[in-house]
């Protein structure tokens, strides 16, 4: 599964040519890359909501192939290409556009995607009259601006209204997401959470592999044996080992399945599969379906004092079930200190736009506890009338973690 947090990359290297012709690779900062490809596929003396709305279009689309390791899964040593048949416009050496070079300083650790979708969106785009796309048409971007449309009106115009701008995105080297030594049975913690979570997912297109349930971050027999399965299929050593090449092989099928890096994703969720409503969840229960419980109740501890802050165990105690009837009565449910579908549901509704608040936009964090009530009633919450939200920063968290600077992905 490529990384869970979508960043900046400080730099970005872009292969000359072809990806499987032989081309020099020449590394540029991202900000750098970024006003070459708009210097290069747009006018300068366009409207400036057009120009705005292409660079977030080139942003994004540069992004999504980071985030989906696009080519690096395929054994490629570059992230993008030069040529437009497959990626975007770059011309080595170029000179640049001013009033582009500061437009891009502005934004470039900015992006959009789908509302609920953590991948960068692959904003597909053309030039609208020598070629036609299902994305942004280049030229049409200028005239819906010269009527007077700013550039989020523009890129709902042809993405769609389900998209959303994200701001303030960490900024940080680019990371392989293979942990750099292979897993195996014994193995525990994120990393077999991801390998876990994909082979699922793939298991769905391909029906031979085993699914693994419960999915717990340990490395055991099931997994095992769905590793096994999966080497088998394509062509890899059934040892179930989790090595370089068996963890590119399951990004690359993951991607793939999902339309990761397509105009048209199945999206990758913030939470995922595993904050299904498990069913009733109450005390003396213990496991996955607990802490992901546990969880919930954690975060949005963090933005009303009157919550009881919680830890993250597995146990549901007589701490959790305080915690549940707390939250309960907080957002008008019945205090019975029993997390049904009704409460399930409703916590993470809140959870999702808590960790959406979790960010550098703090105003936005503070007025998290006055939408709590509203969208508990399906009212709608302070957050569901503007696109623009905060990312996290990227630095690595793990379960159990709770803080204002991050997010636990379980």
Not at 12 to 20: A, E
Not at 50 to 77: K, Q
Not at 309 to 317: E, K, Q, T
Request: aromatic letters at 12%; glycine letters at 10%.
């Amino acid at each position: 599964m490529p990384n869970i947090f979508p960043y900046i990359p400080q730099n970005i290297t872009v292969h000359l040519g072809p990806p499987d012709q032989w081309a020099e690779n020449i590394t540029v900062s991202f900000p750098e890359y970024v006003k070459n490809v708009a210097s290069s596929e747009i006018y300068p003396t366009w409207e400036p909501a057009a120009i705005r709305a292409n660079i977030l279009a080139i942003i994004s689309f540069a992004l999504n192939r980071v985030y989906t390791e696009f080519y690096p899964s395929r054994g490629y040593d570059f992230q993008i290409t030069s040529t437009t048949a497959y990626d975007q416009k770059f011309i080595r050496g170029r000179s640049v556009f001013e009033n582009i070079s500061q437009m891009v300083d502005e934004i470039f650790n900015n992006y959009i995607r789908r509302q609920g979708y953590v991948e960068p969106l692959a904003a597909k785009f053309c030039n609208g009259t020598t070629t036609t796309c299902d994305g942004l048409s280049q030229w049409g971007s200028q005239r819906l601006a010269e009527q007077g449309y700013n550039s989020m009106e523009i890129l709902r115009n042809y993405y769609g209204d389900d998209i959303e701008l994200v701001v303030d995105a960490p900024i940080q080297d680019i990371t392989a997401s293979y942990p750099g030594t292979p897993l195996r049975i014994g193995a525990v913690g994120d990393d077999v959470l991801r390998i876990q979570a994909m082979l699922n997912r793939i298991s769905q297109n391909y029906p031979a592999i085993p699914k693994i349930s419960p999915v717990t971050g340990t490395f055991g027999e099931a997994t095992e044996a769905a590793v096994k399965e999966f080497q088998r299929i394509f062509g890899l050593t059934a040892d179930g080992v989790v090595g370089k090449g068996t963890w590119y092989q399951m990004v690359y099928l993951y991607v793939g399945v999902q339309r990761l890096s397509e105009l048209v994703s199945q999206g990758q969720t913030f939470y995922g599969f595993q904050f299904q409503y498990p069913g009733v969840v109450r005390e003396g229960d213990a496991g996955n379906e607990v802490r992901i419980l546990q969880y919930m109740l954690a975060l949005l501890a963090e933005f009303d004092n009157s919550l009881l802050p919680l830890a993250v165990d597995g146990v549901f105690g007589p701490q959790t079930a305080q915690a549940v009837r707390q939250y309960q009565s907080l957002v008008g449910l019945t205090p019975d200190g029993v997390a049904g579908e009704a409460t399930w549901n409703s916590l993470y509704s809140h959870a999702s736009q808590a960790y959406f608040a979790l960010s550098r936009d703090t105003v936005r964090a503070q007025a998290f506890r006055e939408g709590l009530a509203a969208a508990s009633t399906g009212q709608g919450g302070r957050f569901s009338d503007t696109p623009r939200l905060g990312q996290f920063p990227g630095s690595s968290v793990s379960l159990g973690q709770s803080d204002h600077q991050k997010g636990v992905m379980v």
